[in-house]
């Protein structure tokens, strides 16, 4: 057995021990973010990091063995300081957002983008609860509203918004019986459409260049890539089956983890915002695999490899590699497949170890 002390208190633990596993069964809670119990060890993201007394040097702790003798210091300002850069860093090469842009202008903070996910598979009935659920204010303030949403919508730039509130009001009518506001006369749709035209879309850039920058030509094609090619569009929307056309429009530039991303809680807990700067030397790009409905967003990777290491014994099913090497490194497919070939199946296993949503079902909301 081996001597230590963590946060001034002495344990013996066995050799061979990890100081993330000993400063467990002392019940000292140490964050992780690349690390899960059952998977290989691969030091990678930082966040677990912890100080040795004894050398005055920082470890990762979920990968460094307990050595006789450690002082170990689990919290304190110099190891809280440590890992707030870890996520800092991780935010920098981290082009991803979590809430899309029509949510967050939205006065009433609807979900959006998942009730055009709803819409999309045909799912009436939730599209209706989830409407009901948010339907808290005693004024349906879609009804009011100039349609911040749609000016923020990205899909305008590359021909017309999706019509959200017009979907948004006739779920109202649909669910309320509110008959009369299905249709809102011509007068007002050209009032709310000049009104929409006229908000400077200036509040919004302001809170998404932080994040991504902007989007480059080649960038919005990948964010096209949801869109199912050939459907009609409706302005109008009087009937479920054309609420759920138009939805389908939708660019789903939100992400599907927002609540159950690892990083983004770390990031709140250590009061971590999101740098202005951004490492951008990827481009954004979305890999589907139709066959299997896995998505792979390269944005929102940390390259942890979890999804790499838990599929390391396959044989029969080619899985996701590391390619390049430095800043340049990214996730994908062997160089010898093609996405629509890996992971046929294990989609399920990797899209619930990612810890940020890189990896999710094409077409959903993923469960937390």
Same mark, same amino acid.
């Given at each position: ?9 002495? /344990?013996?633990?066995? !050799? %061979? ?7 467990? $069964?002392?019940?000292?809670?140490? &964050?992780?973010?690349? #690390?899960?119990?059952?998977?290989? #060890? /691969? ?12 050398? @005055? ?29 870890? =996520? ?10 979590? !809430?899309?842009p029509c949510r967050i202008v ?11 996910? #709803? ?42 918004? =999706? ?20 249709? &809102? ?56 089956d054309m609420a759920g056309e138009?939805?389908?429009?939708c660019m789903h530039c939100d ?25 951008? %030397?990827? &481009? ?17 990777? =940390? ?8 599929? !390391? @014994?396959?044989?029969? @099913? ?11 490194? =990214?996730?994908? !497919? &062997? ?27 094409? %077409? $959903?909301?993923?469960?937390?």
């Open positions: 057995m081996l001597k230590i002390r963590i946060d001034n208190t002495g /344990y013996e633990v066995p !050799e %061979g021990t990890t100081i993330l596993d000993a400063a467990g $069964k002392a019940g000292k809670e140490i &964050p992780t973010l690349c #690390h899960k119990d059952g998977v290989t #060890h /691969y030091t990678s993201c930082m966040v677990c990091m912890i100080k040795d007394r004894h050398t @005055d040097k920082f470890l990762p702790s979920c990968s460094a063995l307990v050595q006789d003798g450690m002082d170990i210091v689990t919290s304190g300002d110099e190891v809280t300081e440590i890992r707030k850069k870890a =996520v800092a860093l991780l935010l920098t090469e981290h082009r991803a957002e979590c !809430e899309a939205c006065p009433a903070g609807l979900n959006i983008p998942l009730m055009n996910r #709803h819409l999309s598979a045909g799912d009436m009935k939730a599209a209706s609860e989830l409407s009901r659920s948010e339907l808290t204010a005693e004024e349906f303030r879609c009804i009011s509203c100039p349609g911040y949403c749609e000016n923020a919508c990205r899909r305008k730039k590359t021909d017309t918004p =999706v019509s959200i509130r017009n979907i948004q009001l006739f779920i109202y009518s649909s669910i309320s019986g509110d008959k009369t506001i299905q249709r &809102p006369d011509k007068q007002q749709s050209e009032k709310t459409e000049k009104s929409t035209k006229a908000i400077d879309p200036g509040h919004v850039r302001n809170q998404f260049s932080s994040r991504t920058g902007k989007l480059e030509e080649a960038e919005m094609l990948e964010w096209l890539k949801e869109c199912e090619p050939g459907i009609p569009r409706h302005r109008e929307i009087p009937s479920f138009e939805a389908k429009s992400c599907r983890a927002a609540g159950d991303c690892r990083l983004r809680d770390l990031a709140k807990h250590m009061a971590v915002k999101d740098p202005r700067g951004k490492i951008t %030397g990827s &481009p954004i790009t979305k890999k589907i695999n139709h066959q299997t409905g896995l998505i792979f967003e390269s944005a929102k990777c =940390v390259k942890c490899a979890l999804c790499v290491r838990i599929c !390391e @014994d396959s044989t029969d @099913d080619p899985a996701l590699c590391f390619l390049h090497r430095g800043f340049v490194t =990214v996730l994908s !497919e &062997p160089v010898t497949e093609s996405f629509e070939n890996v992971l046929r199946k294990q989609a399920d296993a990797v899209i619930k170890i990612c810890p940020t949503g890189a990896l999710s079902w094409f %077409g $959903k909301a993923r469960e937390a």
